[in-house]
């Protein structure tokens, strides 16, 4: 996947838009954040929705209630 020369592990390095990561704290996906972020030079938060899987964010109100909080106030901070 990608052209020549695309190399993924330096995109994340080239974002220069705020970036937003949410994920469960029983995500099997929670790693791939953890990791990410710090190779991002443009604003970013992490936003860890305690108890929640990776599909449970989408589906238990409880936990997409959660997600949803923290949009407003990084969008507010960001946009």
């Known amino acids: 996947m990608g052209g ?7 995109t994340p ?6 970036l937003l990561v949410v994920a469960g704290s ?3 996906s929670l790693w791939q954040a953890e990791q990410l972020l710090p190779r ?3 604003p970013k938060e992490l936003a860890v929705i305690d ?3 990776h599909v449970s964010l989408y ?6 209630d959660q997600v949803t909080a923290h949009l407003s106030p990084f969008f507010a901070k960001y946009v």
Not at 59 to 64: A, G, K, R
Request: charged content about 20%; hydrophobic content about 30%; glycine content about 14%.
């Open 4 to 10: 020549a020369g695309h190399n993924p592990a330096r």
């Open 13 to 18: 390095s080239r974002l220069t838009q705020p």
């Open 26 to 28: 029983k995500a099997g």
């Open 40 to 42: 991002v030079n443009s």
């Open 51 to 53: 108890g929640a899987g």
């Open 59 to 64: 589906d238990v109100p409880e936990y997409f």
